[in-house]
C-alpha cells in the first residue's frame, strides 16, 4: 500500500517515517513539505542519510498518488487539504488538531482559526483505538488524537466508563518534553531557558481541554468542565499525566488495578502496573506504549492515575499507524511491536 | 557570631556554608560530618579547595564551642543530638524534619523512626518565616521547613487563611529536581536512570504531608487530607508546587493577585507575579525567593497556584539563614540578597 | 538459532534484548543475571513487562543450551566463563574487554585482572566487522570491541590504512554519554553530580588504550603511542570522538572524504559525510550507524576526524549482533536496520 | 562609581548585572538594550522582577552619564560605539570581540566585519587580567577577553611563556555549555536538537583562534597555528579547554603542578589542581574561577592540560568586573568571591 506523508520535516512527520520504513505493508511513496519542497530529506535532517533518496516535494494534492495520506501540519492545514484529498477518494490521517472537535465553533474558541467544512468534518473519526476500534474500520478519515489527549483519556477511560468517579472532581497535571513544542524556533524552546527549568503554559486555555471532554462526555453525559494543567519538562520526549478525582465510594488499589487490567485486556499497547508500581516516561520511550499506575487514597477519597507516553509515538505518529492498521483490517501492532528504548 | 554545621558534606550543608561564608554577622567556627570526619572539605568538594581548609570534625557535642548550630543531617540524627545541644545553651537550627511534627505518633507513622524527646519537641519552633515570623524572634529551636511543605505553604497561606477555598478540595501536584533527593547514591538518583525521565515517587506516602497538613490546619482548622504528589524531574534544582483547590465563592484571577500581593507585601522574599504571568523555576535559581503565579478558571471555579523555589536555597539553606537573621534580630535578609542566576 | 544472554540486567545485556526480539533468525532462549536469578526481568526493568516473561536464570554453563552465547558481564567474568562454553560446543560473543588483548600481559597491566587462558584467548577474533569481515566469519569466539575503540578505529581506519598521517601524531579526544559506565551506583553517575557538568576521566590511563593501539598497530606497525583522553557528558546515549593527526603531505578536506568514501563503500554501519558536514551523536541515537566528519586544516597540516555512535548500539549491543550475523553467513545488517531517533 | 551596561537583555549583560549589584563600589546608573528600549528589564527577565525598576533604555551615546560603559553587543556593535564613548571620556569594558585583534585585516578575514578604527583599537587593552595586570592599570579601554580564549590561555601560559612545549604542537579539544551562544533563537540552540547531542561546529573556522594565537605569540613569538575545536554540550553554562602538546624535554606532572602553583601564586581566580585531581566544570559553576589539572604522560611525551571556566562569569561578566578593579585600584576580587553553586 502506498502512503504519502504531508509536513514531513517536522517531528511528527519524520517520526512516521521512521516507523513506517519498517511497516511490511506499507510504501513510503511521497513526503510533502510546503516549506522546503526540491530538496532531499537528509539535508533537513541528516540522520536519514542513509536511507534512499527522499525528495520533498511541494503540496500538490492533484499530484499525490498514494492510497493513505498522513498530515503531520500545523493547525489550518489540513482543514484546508482534506476536503480535496477524501475527493480524489484517498484516505487521510490526520495528526492535527483540525478535525477532532465535532463542533466547529469550539474549534474556533480554542484554536482561533475557522474550522474546517461541516461535511469533511463529519467524516472524521476520533482514532483512539482502544475505545473507538469499529468505527476507525469502516473510517475513511481519521483525526488522530492529541498528545495529551492520549495519556489523559487511556488514564481516565475505565473510571469514567464505569461512573467511579464524580463527575465534576477531575483535574489533569500534565507534564511534557519540548518535542511536543514541535521544531519551530522560540525562546520557549531554547536550551538555555529550558534546560534545568520547569514551566507551566496555557493554563487554563490549553486547546487539548475541549477534545478530552467531547471524548470523556462521549462515556458519561456529565462530566463536568475539567482542570488541565500542561508543563514543560526538560527533556526530549515523553509525557506523563497525574490524574486526581473523587470516587463516587471506597475503592482499593486492588480494585482500581483489576478494573484497569479487565477493561485494557484487549489492547496490546496498554500496560497496566501492579499496585504499587508507577510506570515513568523513559519506560514507553520510543514506543507505542501507554504505561498507567494506580492509587486509591483512603485519607482522602481520591484516584491517582498515572498515565505516560511518547508524546511522539502514542501521542502522534505511532497511534496514527495503529489507526492505520485498524482502518487496512491488518493486526493492530503491525510495524508497531518494538520493546521501549532503555535507558 | 559563630555558628557550627553538622552534616556539611550533604548538599544542604555544603550550601549553608556557601551563604554563610559571606553573611557578614557570621563566622563558620566549625563544620562536622560524622561520615568522613579527619579530611578536609576540599577533598569531598573540589569546589571549595580555594576557601580556608574547613577541617571536617567528629560530631562531638561536648566540643561544639559555637553560638548556633545548624544541623543537615538525615532523619533521626538531630532528634538525638538536639537535647544536649540544648543543654548546652546553644540555639539550633535544624534543616531535617525530626522537629517538624507536633504530635510524635504522627511522625513515627510516617517517619517510621522514633520522634524526639517531648520536651526538647515543646521547643521547636516552626520556622515558615513568612508566618512565623513572632515566634522565631523568640525561639531556641527551629524546625527549618521541608522544600515542598515551604512552596505549597507561602502558595496556599492567603488562600486558606482567608478560607476561600473549599477544606476538602486541596490537591498538590509537586515537582522537584534530584538535588532533593542528597547525595547518597542510589538507582533513583542514577543519571541514566533519571535523565531524560520524569518519576513519581511515594504517591500518597511522602512525609511531607503531616508537615503540610498541620500548618494549614493551624491557620484553618477544618482542612481536611490533601492529596498531594511528588515528581521527580530530570534537573538539579528547583521545586515546582502546581496547586489546585475549588473556591467558595466566584472570583477573578484579578482578585486573587491583589490577596496575595497584600498578604507578602511585607515578605521581601515572596514575589508574586501579575496575572497571566507565571514562574519557572529557574527564574528562582540560586536565590532565596519563591515566586508565585496565579489563575482562577471560570469553567471550574477552581484557582491554580504556581509556586516555586530552589529547594536547596529557600528550600533548606537559604530558609534556615532566614530564620537565623530573624532569630538575631538582624534585617531577615542580610547575606541573602542575591539575584537567581540566569540562564 | 538459539541464543543466551549472560548479564542480561545490564544496560547492554538490556539492549541486547531489545534488538534480539525482533531478529527474524534468533529466538532468545535464556537470559541470566549471578546478582538477581530467580525473579522476572520486568521486576528489574518494568519497560519489559509487556513482553514474554523472562525469568533470570542462574549463570550455570552446564546448564546452558543454546547455540550462541552473549557475554555482556563485567571485566573478569568472560575470561573465567568463556572456556567451559567453548568446550560445550559453544560460540561465544563476548562484549567485556576480557579477550579483547591479545598479549595476556597488556590486559594485566591496563585492566588490574588475571588474563584469560591463552589458548582461548587464541581463539578469540576482534569483532571489528568492517575491517575484520573474513576472521569472523570463520569464529567459534569474537571479542566485541570496546565502544570507544569502535569510533575512534573507524574513524582512523582508512588514514592508518594508508599511511597518510604521521604514525606519531595521533590524539583522540572522545566525548561519552553516561550509559557508558554502566547501570552501578556510585557518585560518579549521580544526576545531581554529573548535569550540568562535563569530567574527564582515566587521564592517560584508560583501558582502551592499549585496545586501539594494538588495532591501529596491526594496520601499521609503526603507529606510536596515542594520546586518549574521555570525558563523561551530560547525556545517556552517544560516544563522540574527535581525532586528530599530523597529515604526511598536503591534503584537502574533498580528497579525505572521498578516501573514506571508497574505503567504506561497501560498509552498510559507516556514513561518511560530505565536506562541510559533521556529524552529532543525537544523529545516530538507538541506531547501528558510525557517522563520520572530516576537515583538512591548511594553516596545521592537520586532520580532524569526527566519528560518532551510540555507545550502546555500535558501540556494544548492536555491533555484537553485526558480528553475529557474519559469524551465521547472514545479511551483515540483519535486525539492526533501525532509523535513528531523531529528535 | 556609575556604570552603564548596553546590552543588557543578553546573558552577558544580565549576568554583569547580577554581580555588579553587589558590588560595593558601583552603581549601575542605566541599563540600554536597542531591540526591547522603553519596557522595564524584568519584562525580559522575569526573575529580576524584585529589583529596582530597570528601564531599559535606547542606545544613545549622547545621553549616557556614567563613568565606565560595559558593552555587551553582537560583534559589530561596540566598533562603532567606542570612539565615541572615549572621546566623552568615559572608560569602556568591551565583552565583544571587537577590539581583541590588535590588527584589523585579522578581525576582517575571521569575523567579515569592518574592523574598529585604528586610532581607538590602538586603546584597547587586552584584558586577560592575570597576564596583563600592569597594562589594565591604566587603560581606558578594555577588550574583555572571549570566553574560549580565557580557558585556553590561562591553561597554556606557564608552559609557552617557558618554553616547555614545541611551538607548532597545540591541539585545544574546547567544550561549551549552549548559553555561549547567546540568547538568539535559531535551530542550534533548539532544546530537542541540543538535548542528549554533542555537537561540534565552526571546525578549523572560530574566530578565536586568532585570539588565542596572538596571545601566545606575545609570549613566544615562534608559537605556530594550533588546532582549535569547539563542541556544543547539554548543558547551560560551563566551558572546559582539554590542551594538548608536545613537550621539549621529560617531565612530570609533579614538575607541571609546581610550575603552575608558581605560576599563578598572586592570581585569586586560578586554581591549580593537585597531581590526579582534574576539575569539572560543575566545580567552578556561577564563580569567577580558572581551576585547572595537568598530567604528563611518559608514553606519550605529551601534557594534557584541563581548564574549566563558566563561561559567563570568568569567560565574559565575572573577567569584565575583574578589569573594572584592576583599572579601578581595587581588590581584584572585589564583588566577585561567590564560593560555586555546587551542586
Known sequence: M???????TGYGGVELLRWLKHHPHVEVHSVHSSSQAGISLAEVYPHVVSEET?????IDVEAINADVVFLATPPGVSSRLTPSLLAKGLKVIDLSGDFRLQDGSVYEKWYKKTPPPADSLKQAVYGLVEWNRE???NARMIANPGCYPTATLLGLAPLVQHQWIDEQSIIVDAKSGVSGAGRNVSLAVHFSETNENVKIYKVNEHQHIPEIE???RSWNEKIGAITFSTHLIPMTRGIMATIYAK?????????????????YKDCKFVRIREAGNFPSTK??????YCDIGLSYDERTGRVTVVSVIDNLVKGAAGQAIQNL??????EEDTGLTSIPIYP
Not at 482499593?252 to 488495578?257: A, F, G, N, Q
Not at 519506560?283 to 507505542?288: D, K, L, M, R
Not at 492498521?325 to 491488518?330: L, R
Open 2 to 8: 502506498k502512503v504519502s506523508i504531508i509536513g514531513v
Open 325 to 330: 492498521n485498524v482502518m487496512m483490517g491488518w
Open 214 to 216: 467531547q471524548m470523556l
Open 135 to 137: 468505527s476507525i474500520r
Open 247 to 263: 470516587t463516587t465510594k471506597p475503592l482499593s488499589t486492588k480494585t482500581l488495578v483489576e478494573l484497569y487490567k479487565e477493561s
Open 54 to 58: 527522499w525528495i520533498l516535494h511541494e
Open 283 to 288: 519506560e514507553v520511550y520510543g514506543s507505542n
